[in-house]
């Protein structure tokens, strides 16, 4: 096997040869370490809109919240790991410090959507006293056809 060379023997030798400079490669595992980091949350958690949907916060919510916790528990674990492998193979801290962010991001976001639960109000497209649908009183107001039978 000596004096075999493939494309990721090469580029590894690159890394493992103590070069801290192969900005490509730190930048491109920063952000699969993102990306990766984003996807474990979606399989421990919910989406955010369950989260803050009516049904999530009227059916057990305590045990909801409980195992939300604990989902962002297992996700920023493994992600700081994932962080940290990275960080091993490049030499470099980015993957390491991308991991940190995208899980308080991430944690950020499900403790959002858990303290503010969606209701009636989020329907009137009102964003910042500025209607997002300024036609709506309009629709309103046309008469309703009856139903055929």
Avoid at 32 to 54: M, N
Avoid at 60 to 65: A, L, V
Avoid at 112 to 130: F, K, R, T
């Amino acid at each position: 096997m000596a004096g075999s060379t493939s494309a990721g023997i090469e580029s590894g030798a690159c890394i493992e040869s103590g070069g801290t400079g192969d900005s490509t490669a730190v930048i491109g595992m920063t952000i699969l370490v993102i990306g990766s980091a984003a996807g474990l949350y979606s399989s421990f958690c919910p989406s955010w809109f369950t989260v803050s949907s009516d049904f999530f916060n009227t059916k057990g919510r305590t045990g909801n919240e409980r195992r939300i916790r604990q989902g962002e528990a297992a996700a920023t674990a493994l992600s700081l790991l994932e962080g940290a492998g990275s960080t091993l193979i490049t030499r470099n801290l980015l993957p390491l410090i991308g991991a940190a962010l995208i899980s308080a991001v991430m944690v950020a976001g499900y403790e959002w959507a858990m303290a503010h639960p969606s209701s009636d109000e989020d329907l009137s497209g009102d964003l910042l006293g500025v209607s997002l649908y300024p036609w709506r009183s309009q629709v309103s107001s046309l008469p309703v056809l009856p139903r055929r039978r």
